[in-house]
């Protein structure tokens, strides 16, 4: 189906007659039957011998209301229109934050003249995006239909015109969580919808309110991803990641270490499958014109002249950029070597901090650990390090990542270096991205080190002691503990259920057991969510009065920070029991 922008979908909905908007949903199946034929700026679908639907197309999409006709009789007023945008996928509206984030090969400088408070009109689209949102909790995803997704998509494209590029980036993904929900798509998470429910509406709640405590430029974001000029640079190679997201985007990034230690990422994503993985690995270096590889570039290095970066130490390929390739080094070396000098524990409390910053302003490798240590086989093809007195559980992300697991599990008595990635919900486990050591009989193509989702390890290339005596290992120690469950769980029944979902069930049981167990603060928002689900008035014949107030988006999202906020700090308290802090 032909993109359409936000605010189209909106401009045609609200055209439709009651009776007809009320069909849409159910009428949505009937798009997978259209052959819709693109000639130019021209896209035609011929539903039968008297109807016929025409797009107006520019850049490839949708953008006015206008440019959609219908042949038939009740045109513009028809539900073939309706059909037609709310079955779309929604255009972006020039090149979104996220969508930078993602592709992040073409470098584009912005100069934004920030204004030191939170403008009116501003305020006026961050109302629109959390009235939007507030419709979308009383209704709960499967109650959220073509009509609500349509007001939400209008108050994104608000918000886009006014400047608010993070909020309108929310926006669309929640919409996109939406129809997967009400198509039924395996993609939708109501987790993922809660999580998001909660960002945006605490965004909106700050732009509304201009807390002072927050700076307007980062409640802002930014419509393109800004690079500033970071001078010449030496890199060495670190490793070279495989990334594989569930958004439709594949590829990998490289990772830089300067000479001061600083780590940097050369990304090559785009959108595909697991098929373009391997590709985006051999494919050039978009910097400079080095002619290294991404694989080759983390196992070599670049010198780099005139370079720029974005804030979360992405190096850009804008044309003033110049790049030679340069030799590599050993991760035993400097400047690598101190990556594994300083303590564990102090990485994962970076890790945690860094974890509260939006992610376009999360610094490269924040979230990396690098271990040094002994390992052997553990529980389910993992491996089980012992770096100090931690004990880490390193697991793959893929097929090749796995395997080379399990060819690590089965030799005695390595000695291996790690870079590996922690999983803040699973204190103990590590996601491993590549491994080197003395251990390790590596070809001339695999020097330095082995990325464990591009490269294969053979048995022949493992030449560790068998005999070597190795730590005990304990046992695995599971996932955080979740005692503000009973509060998290009516946060996400609410995000897919609604406001109904609440009101129905009585809640004074878990209000009793967490006031028990010491958690009144919990059990307090908890009874509070409660009861504002509850709190409808009716009017002089007993019909329920349609709430349009705060009080109960109010109590969900106030009970969504503390959830989320309670589980951050159970999940650091963890980790840092687990590396012996």
Known sequence: MIPVAPAVVADVLDALPPRLRKRVDTALDRAAGWEVTVDGDTATAVLDGDTTLTWTLHGGALTSAADLVCSCLLAPKCLHRGIAVAAADIAEEGVSEETTAEGGAQETTVVVAPTAEVREDERTAATALWNACSTVLRSGATGSGAVVRAELLRAVHVAR???LHRASAGGLRIAAALAAARAGDSSFDREVLTAELVDLLLLCHDLRAGTATADPAELRGTARREYSPVGALRLYGLCTETVLTTSGYSGVVTHLVDDSGVLWTVPAIMPGGSERIAAAASGAVAIGESGLSQRDLGRGGLLLSGGTASPDRRLGAGKAVRAVAASGTPWTSAPLA?????????????????????ATHRPAGADLVFLDGAVQGAASGALRVTSGNAHLDLVGDGSRARENLRVLAGAGGLRLQVVARLLPDRPGTAVALAVSGEDLALPADLRHHVDLGLDRIQRSHVAGDSTRELPQRPEPTGRVPQPVRPLENVLHRVALGGRAVAAIASANRDVATLTRTG???????????????????RDAFGRVIRDAGDAFPFAWLRAGVHVREFTRAAARHAWLEVVGS
Not at 338 to 358: G, I, M, S
């Open 161 to 163: 015109v006014a400047g």
């Open 338 to 358: 101190p990556l594994w000098a300083q303590p564990l524990a102090e990485q994962v409390a970076r890790a945690f901090h860094a974890d509260t910053r939006p």
């Open 519 to 537: 958690l009144t603060t919990t059990a307090g928002l908890l009874a509070d969510l409660a009861g504002t689900s509850r709190d409808r008035e």
